[in-house]
């Protein structure tokens, strides 16, 4: 079975970073991604690792490390419009993508 | 625009009802999903079609039963459900070629509802 962890909830003021950790345990391992869920919407994809480091695109960043087991999503400047549910999941096979419970995010002004 | 779309968006039914949720994908892929998503649970993987072909049940029990008649379109066929399948049921679709991992494209989802 598959095991990923990350926290509940989080809150951060408009224009703060917030770091979204996650932690896996897998069978096996093909990826991570990070997908954006608002409210009654959805999932949208994020980013995508595979390698050890840090991917950034825009105001979104991932980092991957392999032996620990660990990612992070980190949102710089936050916006209103970043108060969403962010999902970690763990590809393990050819298709097959174990998910979090997701981490809700609130931004305040 | 996700590219994936699902109907119906709302669905009551009552437990001895049979229905059939649709999706339609419009961006060419060769594998489609279906997930079941609890409110604070992970997304469950419920089904797997590539080239339309079954590559995975996820223990799922029989009162559910996809269908896919075409890489395009996907159905999950619903019949003498229980009160715990009420959900959020989502499906994706992504472009599966060797050891290449693409993103999954969601629908919007249908939120079912059992009586």
């Known amino acids: 079975g598959q095991n990923i962890d990350q926290p509940t909830e989080m809150t951060a003021t408009e224009g703060a970073i917030v770091q979204i950790n996650c932690t896996y345990q897998?069978?096996?391992?093909?990826?991570l991604f990070w997908y954006q869920q608002h409210a009654g919407e959805a999932p949208t994809f994020l980013s995508y690792n595979v390698l050890d480091g840090l991917e950034e695109k825009g105001r979104f960043s991932s980092f991957l490390s392999r032996s620990k087991g660990y990612s992070y999503l980190l949102l710089k400047e936050l916006q209103m419009k970043d108060s969403a549910s962010y999902l970690c999941?763990?590809?393990?096979?050819?298709?097959?993508?174990?998910f979090g419970a997701g981490t809700t995010v609130t931004v305040r002004a | 625009e996700t590219g994936v779309t699902q109907t119906p968006r709302h669905l009551v039914m009552g437990m001895t009802n049979k229905k059939s949720l649709k999706c339609e994908q419009h961006?060419?892929?060769?594998?489609m999903y279906w997930y079941k998503q609890s409110a604070k649970k992970p997304l469950e993987l419920m089904f797997v079609?590539?080239?339309?072909?079954?590559?995975e049940n996820n223990s799922v029990p029989s009162r559910f039963s996809p269908e896919c008649p075409n890489s395009s379109h996907l159905f999950l066929h619903l019949h003498t459900l229980q009160p715990e399948d009420s959900a959020l049921y989502l499906c994706?679709?992504?472009?599966?070629?060797?050891?290449?991992?693409?993103?999954?494209?969601f629908g919007p989802g249908t939120r079912l509802t059992v009586t």
């Open positions: 961006l060419g892929h060769n594998a």
């Open positions: 999941a763990v590809r393990d096979g050819d298709y097959k993508l174990s």
């Open positions: 994706a679709s992504s472009q599966e070629a060797g050891d290449n991992s693409y993103e999954q494209y």
């Open positions: 079609y590539n080239f339309k072909e079954q590559t």
């Open positions: 897998t069978s096996g391992f093909n990826g």
